[in-house]
């Protein structure tokens, strides 16, 4: 497309930068004007210094980026490659693992540059600020295909170690020339040469990469867009709008019904972002988007300020940073494109909201010199103008915001995410259960979580999620580091909820949910009942068998008799993140069969705790870890016994002293010490609450449910369960491939393209990768022999070698070989690699495959390669029948930080190898038939 030639834009056209620009110089639009002062004003910094441009590719490890005495993150300043200061303890860090994650911001830092010179020039007319997004453009242009597409963490990148980075950095470039080109800036051989240097072959690189519906693909179908519409294809952006992982399905398979973000508040605002980008784009091309996608889009403008906790800080759900403050300029702009788009009076009193001046929120630095294109660093809360916003305001807010009131938040119920949210006392009192959606790969296993909050204090709080490449990181998503129930001492399945009932009254309310499966062959339900100063919290659960049932609550409370506590060893699953590896100082006190128990907060604050549970318990004190940054923390777990019970609780935190609570047969009742009582029940048409006040009755009878009979109550307790029915979601972890017909032993398989799981490098550039696996059985064990062709040196992995980059095994980055065997329910799994100068090989077991004994594993060098040969002892009870068996070769090439691929058995083609770590889909498991035969002693 010739310079100059407006009849390609991105985001606006040729007359709305006119309209745009005459705006700026009228009294109308003063507060963006203001803006835009601000935004030249931090530019000139940039300006004053020598344009700077990375040689080398960002880089993600394990230490980069962080401080290693607390794990913040180290500030990122622009101007400084070498020294990296923590905002928390004060100390400056050197290094190349933080220079490589430096040159991460930078370069996002970089192209933001580029359009905010670009766009000021377009507005203001300044030729300083041309000159320097044409030297950025220009100065990538030359190093682009220099950058090695190698070692990356999430997906094909030059510039950076994932993906979607590339794609929100080359959707900054592809926005600088746009402006630029439409002011005529530069020459017909300056647009060429930027798109045959960086946006075609980026855009070429980002596509090979789907990654479905996700977070990231979001920004690869934006940047796509935009780099299509640039290289004249405008038919690739109506195929990008329509494509099964492109903009339509995006919004209407990742946002929910309610417009929320299935990943959570903390992902819907990052993917949210993107699709704003994608959904102009596509306007501006002119392509088809039907009405209800751009309903649901419209939606999530206001979706993530719905659940938010009373002081203006989101919930800190699935894989959240903690206590993200709303007080931000992201949060105010993202109020701003909606406003413009929408004429929506809630929207504008969130806004009004977040603009008000509250004396306990201070005037700050609002973080754009640094800010990094669309990737956020977070911010301490801050008073907030127009003036720090950022560009996307100076082009698309409003002149003046609607003069409406600040919004104050109301009850909600979010039915599409699956949380309701009470509010009492105008909002300073929180309740919400956490029933629903996931959350896919970023979600939590934590259905039917609790939260409570009163004013700042966090009662009943959800922690998110640390460092990616942190070991806590398991910690975090672990069910034990919620308040949500866990089953035989293992994290839940990943399932989602349904919603059974739900009412709202203003002075009472309540909400019946359900979780089928949360563990194998278990039901579990919650009934959470939220008055004006107390919340009921019943559970029950049904099983099949007898279970170890777990109720963790994170609350700062403690026994109001200390007697009865001693050491013990808390007993749990071992999986990765089951959690229960991360608790220390574990304290138990029995509990006998329907004894209620008092706990209490103990530093003057206002809440009390009690609780009882229908059978025999133990009540246990741990200590593991807090919110990320903030040091250990002791927290509460009730543990049973039964096949079916309950657990029923209590929270007051007005005059809680004076409370008397009574758990009776089938009610609870409250009384005050004023002599009013409120009794509450379950019928099974909902839940009533008779209100007694001397001679005075009345009662609230609460609704909800989908129709009567839903809860259907047990025989002489009057307590229901839901039908079971089917789970919105299963997961299916220890689940194999059904349906597979076993194969007999012994059989031999060869592997090669279509069994390849590639990294940025496909199957043919890796050297045409192959191996051929052997399995056989006698004598009691399964013999598995795996011959790789490998033309390259071995890559060895030494025994107790660290892994630098994550928080992955070793031995995945080296040459060797994944086993896993499941034979008569016992699973066993191994990361087997070559020993150097040596005929044996090392087996380092998987978490959560323990069960079965390793037997022998050696190896050989080979005229094309190398042999590994592996042995497994099986349990008397599998021989004659069915075991699952999953085989896959790592191969990597010398230089490598991470593995190139993987060959896996029983095929792997379309897939990539990013994210696997040590861990096998049970669809990749398959089904052989063992011999029957004699144990060899």
């Known amino acids: 497309m010739a310079a100059g030639d407006d009849t390609v834009t991105l985001l606006l056209s040729a007359a709305e930068w006119a309209v745009r620009r005459a705006?700026?110089?009228?009294?109308?639009?003063?507060?963006?004007?203001?803006?835009?002062?601000?935004?030249?004003?931090?530019?000139?910094?940039?300006?004053?210094?020598?344009?700077?441009?990375?040689?080398?590719?960002?880089?993600?490890t394990r230490a980069g980026g962080r401080c290693p005495a607390d794990g913040s993150l180290l500030e990122f300043d622009p101007f400084d490659e070498h020294h990296h200061r923590c905002g928390t303890c004060g100390e400056v860090f050197t290094g190349a693992a933080h220079a490589g994650f430096w040159r991460y911001w930078y370069h996002l830092w970089l192209a933001e540059r580029a359009v905010h010179a670009a766009i000021l020039f377009r507005l203001r007319g300044d030729p300083r600020h041309a000159d320097f997004a044409t030297a950025v453009l220009n100065g990538y242009a030359v190093r682009y295909a220099a950058y090695p597409n190698a070692d990356n963490a999430l997906g094909p990148s030059r510039v950076f170690f994932s993906t979607y980075l590339e794609s929100i950095w080359l959707l900054q470039l592809c926005i600088a020339l746009d402006a630029l080109e439409g002011e005529g800036a530069g020459d017909r051989?300056?647009?060429?040469?930027?798109?045959?240097?960086?946006?075609?072959?980026?855009?070429a690189l980002i596509a090979v990469h789907d990654e479905g519906c996700s977070n990231r693909q979001v920004w690869n179908v934006a940047a796509l867009m935009a780099a299509s519409r640039l290289l004249g294809d405008d038919d690739e952006v109506q195929r990008?709008?329509?494509?099964?992982?492109?903009?339509?399905?995006?919004?209407?398979?990742?946002?929910?019904?309610?417009?929320?973000?299935?990943?959570?508040?903390?992902?819907?605002?990052?993917?949210?972002?993107?699709?704003?980008?994608g959904v102009t784009i596509a306007e501006r091309a002119g392509a088809a988007i039907a009405a209800g996608v751009r309903m649901r889009f419209d939606a999530g403008f206001l979706a993530p300020f719905l659940t938010m906790l009373p002081?203006?800080?989101?919930?800190?759900?699935?894989?959240?940073?903690?206590?993200?403050?709303?007080?931000?300029?992201?949060?105010?702009?993202?109020?701003?494109?909606?406003?413009?788009?929408?004429?929506?009076?809630?929207?504008?009193?969130?806004?009004?909201?977040?603009?008000?001046?509250?004396?306990?929120?201070?005037?700050?630095?609002?973080?754009?010199?640094?800010?990094?294109?669309?990737?956020?660093?977070?911010?301490?809360?801050?008073?907030?103008?127009?003036?720090?916003?950022?560009?996307?305001?100076?082009?698309?807010?409003?002149?003046?915001?609607?003069?409406?009131?600040?919004?104050?938040?109301?009850?909600?119920?979010?039915?599409?995410?699956?949380?309701?949210?009470?509010?009492?006392?105008?909002?300073?009192?929180?309740?919400?259960?956490?029933?629903?959606?996931?959350?896919?790969?970023?979600?939590?296993?934590?259905?039917?979580?609790?939260?409570?909050?009163?004013?700042?204090?966090?009662?009943?709080?959800?922690?998110?999620?640390?460092?990616?490449?942190?070991?806590?990181?398991?910690?975090?998503?672990?069910?034990?580091?919620?308040?949500?129930?866990?089953?035989?001492?293992?994290?839940?399945?990943?399932?989602?909820?349904?919603?059974?009932a739900y009412d709202e009254r203003g002075a009472a309310g309540w909400i019946h949910a359900r979780v089928a499966s949360i563990a194998p062959g278990v039901v579990v339900e919650r009934i959470v009942v939220v008055m004006p100063d107390y919340v009921i919290d019943e559970v029950q659960w049904r099983a099949d068998r007898e279970v170890v049932f777990d109720l963790p609550n994170h609350a700062q409370v403690g026994m109001i008799d200390e007697d009865g506590w001693s050491a013990a060893a808390l007993a749990g699953g071992d999986g990765l993140e089951d959690g229960f590896d991360f608790v220390t100082e574990a304290q138990r006190r029995a509990v006998a069969a329907g004894v209620p128990l008092r706990l209490g907060a103990r530093d003057g604050r206002r809440m009390r705790l009690d609780v009882t549970c229908d059978g025999a318990s133990e009540l246990w004190r741990l200590t593991a870890p807090g919110a990320p940054g903030r040091g250990l923390h002791r927290f509460h777990l009730l543990r049973t016994r039964a096949q079916v019970g309950r657990i029923r609780s209590v929270w007051s935190w007005s005059e809680a002293d004076r409370f008397d609570v009574a758990f009776e047969e089938g009610r609870v009742s409250v009384r005050r010490g004023d002599g009013t009582a409120e009794v509450h029940a379950l019928h099974a048409d909902g839940w009533t609450v008779d209100l007694q006040a001397g001679p005075a009755r009345s009662s609230i009878a609460l609704r909800g449910y989908a129709s009567r009979g839903t809860v259907v109550p047990t025989s002489g307790d009057g307590r229901g369960f839901a039908d079971q029915g089917s789970p919105r979601g299963v997961d299916s972890r220890d689940e194999p491939r059904a349906g597979a017909k076993p194969r007999a032993l012994p059989f031999t398989a060869r592997l090669g393209e279509a069994d390849y799981r590639r990294s940025e490098t496909s199957w043919m550039d890796a050297g045409c990768p192959e191996a051929t696996v052997t399995m056989s059985a006698a004598g009691g064990q399964l013999d598995v022999e795996v011959r790789v062709l490998k033309?390259?040196?071995?890559?060895?992995?030494?025994?107790?070698?660290?892994?630098?980059?994550?928080?992955?095994?070793?031995?995945?980055?080296?040459?060797?070989?994944?086993?896993?065997?499941?034979?008569?329910?016992?699973?066993?799994?191994?990361?087997?690699?070559?020993?150097?100068?040596?005929?044996?090989?090392?087996?380092?077991?998987?978490?959560?495959?323990?069960a079965l004994p390793l037997r022998d594993a050696s190896w050989c060098a080979s005229d094309d390669g190398y042999v590994i040969r592996v042995s497994v002892e099986l349990p008397p009870p599998a021989l004659g029948g069915i075991a699952h068996v999953g085989v896959l070769v790592n191969e990597t090439a010398p230089g490598r930080a991470r593995r190139r691929g993987q060959l896996v058995l029983g095929g792997a083609e379309g897939e990539w190898v990013y994210l696997r770590g040590d861990r096998i889909d049970p669809a990749h498991l398959l089904a052989v038939r063992l011999p029957a035969g004699h144990l060899i002693f």
């Not at 040469?193 to 072959?201: D, G, H, S, V």
């Open 311 to 500: 002081d203006a800080t989101l919930p800190s759900r699935r894989d959240s940073q903690y206590a993200i403050s709303l007080r931000q300029p992201r949060f105010a702009e993202h109020c701003e494109l909606g406003i413009a788009r929408l004429d929506d009076a809630h929207l504008a009193g969130i806004a009004a909201m977040l603009y008000e001046a509250k004396p306990d929120v201070p005037p700050g630095d609002n973080g754009r010199q640094r800010s990094s294109a669309d990737v956020e660093r977070n911010l301490p809360a801050m008073r907030l103008g127009r003036a720090d916003l950022g560009w996307r305001s100076l082009l698309f807010a409003r002149p003046e915001l609607p003069p409406v009131p600040p919004s104050t938040p109301r009850s909600v119920h979010l039915a599409g995410q699956g949380i309701a949210v009470f509010r009492r006392d105008e909002g300073r009192v929180y309740a919400a259960l956490d029933y629903g959606e996931s959350g896919g790969g970023h979600g939590h296993p934590d259905r039917l979580n609790l939260l409570l909050v009163d004013g700042p204090v966090r009662w009943l709080d959800d922690m998110g999620t640390g460092s990616y490449v942190d070991r806590s990181l398991h910690w975090y998503r672990s069910t034990l580091a919620h308040n949500a129930p866990l089953v035989d001492g293992v994290s839940q399945r990943r399932v989602s909820g349904a919603l059974l």
């Open 791 to 850: 033309r390259e040196p071995l890559v060895f992995v030494g025994d107790g070698q660290e892994n630098l980059l994550d928080n992955e095994p070793a031995e995945i980055n080296g040459d060797g070989i994944q086993l896993y065997v499941v034979a008569a329910d016992m699973p066993g799994g191994w990361t087997i690699v070559p020993v150097k100068e040596s005929d044996r090989a090392r087996g380092r077991r998987v978490r959560g495959w323990e």
């Open 240 to 277: 990008l709008a329509d494509a099964p992982s492109g903009l339509a399905a995006l919004v209407a398979n990742g946002c929910l019904a309610d417009g929320s973000w299935y990943e959570g508040e903390n992902y819907h605002m990052f993917a949210h972002r993107g699709l704003w980008y």
């Open 23 to 60: 705006l700026l110089g009228t009294a109308h639009g003063a507060s963006l004007r203001a803006l835009g002062e601000s935004i030249a004003s931090d530019l000139d910094a940039v300006l004053a210094r020598p344009l700077y441009i990375p040689r080398a590719k960002a880089q993600l």
């Open 189 to 203: 051989e300056f647009g060429d040469r930027i798109r045959q240097a960086i946006i075609e072959p980026s855009r």
